[in-house]
């Protein structure tokens, strides 16, 4: 079976992105230039900030979470215009771009303390809008489970499905009137195919692969456990089927599974976003594939903002 989420090429980095801002975060100027590479638990990060020296007191921090093995220039539609109304930060998380390669399976705690620590070694404060693409999904969830204090507003863009089982996933061929051995056999491939030896070169999305192939395994048990903070959730659903002729199914009709994962990924996060009990939304963008921050980026960006100022709105002594 073909992945659901192949692998982008890297993009191009912010070209226009230069300069020296000077950030206040709690009373203290940091020094941080674009594109600038910053230590933290012994390792260096590049990183990205805008508009920090204009923050106001408890104003949510923009914070970009990307997709597997894909680099922070992937953000670039978005984040430019964000920017102009928002404290933004991204990141390329280690092994990926021109961050260091760290041989450590980058499993959802790790990640979350690594984020924590990079914006602790900057001095950026909470509240945090975490917004996460694809696997990035997966660890903005685990973020805001691990530090839910810290953590004001979350956006999902097209994610890897941390609500999902491997009854749920089965039951997507069962609508389709798949045979139960052949859904057996196809579980099996997807989850427990041999992934040969470790890709040194590109040991940043090689051990992302594998780290969202074992939550799979375990119905995202390391998440489903820790605890869902109380704050508005969006969701971005692409809802343009855009796998290729030469990558479809043999077995199945892949348009079909797509449409009908897509309605049952939908269903469990609208219950998600009802049980936080703050106001959120389900965003279906029908000419939008898996890459809504490149096919949508307006949308995405007016949401945010919405989401943005209605948090700002929301703080103590606003």
């Known amino acids: 079976m073909k992945s659901e989420y192949p692998i982008a090429e890297s993009q191009d980095r912010f070209s226009t992105m230069t300069g020296t801002p000077a950030l206040r975060t709690a009373g203290k100027m940091v020094e941080v230039k674009a594109g600038s590479l910053v230590e933290a638990n012994g390792h260096s990060y590049n990183i990205f900030v805008s508009g920090l020296e204009k923050r106001k007191l408890k104003e949510p921090v923009v914070i970009f979470e990307s997709g597997m093995g894909v680099e922070l220039g992937n953000w670039k539609q978005v984040i430019a215009r ?72 979350l956006a999902f863009l097209d994610p890897a ?63 489903a456990g820790l605890p869902m903070p109380s704050v508005p959730v969006l969701f971005f659903v692409g809802g343009k089927f855009e796998v290729p002729l030469s990558q479809r199914s043999k077995e199945y009709d892949h348009e079909a599974f797509f449409h009908i994962k897509n309605s049952s990924n939908m269903e469990r996060w609208r219950k998600l976003i009802h049980s936080t009990g703050k106001a959120g939304a389900l965003i279906y963008l029908s000419h939008a594939g898996h890459y809504i921050q490149f096919d949508d980026s307006i949308s995405v960006v007016q949401q945010l903002r919405i989401l943005h100022d209605r948090i700002k709105e929301e703080q103590p002594g606003n």
Do not use: C
């Open 82 to 153: 964000v920017s102009e109304f928002a404290p933004v930060f991204a990141y390329d998380r280690a092994g990926i771009g021109k961050s260091e390669k760290v041989f450590e399976m980058p499993e959802p705690r790790i990640v979350a303390g690594n984020l924590h620590e990079i914006l602790k070694v900057l001095n950026i404060d909470p509240p945090y809008l975490l917004v996460g693409h694809s696997l990035g999904g997966v660890y903005i969830r685990s973020f805001a489970g691990y530090y839910p204090r810290e953590v004001a507003g």
């Open 161 to 223: 499905d941390f609500t999902e089982t491997r009854q749920d996933w089965n039951d997507i061929f069962r609508k389709l009137n798949i045979s139960e051995q052949l859904i057996d056999d196809m579980l099996n491939r997807r989850l427990y195919q041999p992934t040969g030896k470790i890709d040194s070169l590109n040991y940043g999305a090689w051990s992302e692969r594998r780290v969202l192939n074992e939550l799979r395994k375990t119905d995202f048990d390391a998440i």
